[in-house]
Nanobody
Framework: QVQLVESGGGLVQAGGSLRLSCAAS????????MAWFRQAPGKKRELVAG???????YYADSAEGRFIISRDNAKNTVDLQMNSLKPEDTANYYC????????????????WGQGTQVTVSS
């Protein structure tokens, strides 16, 4: 069993930065691929970025060049540094863990956090 708890969301002006953090419980954290998803009102949940157990990363086109995902297996954390934020980045952001790797399909993830709200004002 893995429990995920996100933190770091908030209100920021366009062009600003936020750093989201996800703290995981459980001894097998390092074996999971970890990802950040987001969901805006009325829209489907979408993959933003992921980091595999070996450390390689994936970014959605919307995040490429602006967001950086990183993991610390010693601390059981995965962070998402978000820079140059835009109003369209406004969403609830979720941390997720998968045994099988990074996937755009939310159904392939075994554990989810409760989400943290990010609001970007114009």
């Amino acid at each position: 069993q893995v429990q995920l708890v996100e933190s770091g969301g908030g209100l920021v002006q366009a062009g600003g930065s936020l750093r989201l953090s996800c703290a995981a419980s459980g001894r097998t954290f390092s074996s999971y691929a970890m990802a950040w998803f987001r969901q805006a009102p009325g829209k489907k949940r979408e993959l933003v970025a992921g980091v595999r157990s070996g450390g390689s990363t994936y970014y959605a086109d919307s995040a490429e060049g602006r967001f950086i995902i990183s993991r610390d297996n010693a601390k059981n954390t995965v962070d998402l540094q978000m820079n140059s934020l835009k109003p369209e980045d406004t969403a609830n952001y979720y941390c997720a863990a998968s045994r099988i790797g990074i996937s755009m399909a939310s159904g392939n993830y075994d554990y989810w956090g409760q989400g943290t709200q990010v609001t970007v004002s114009s």
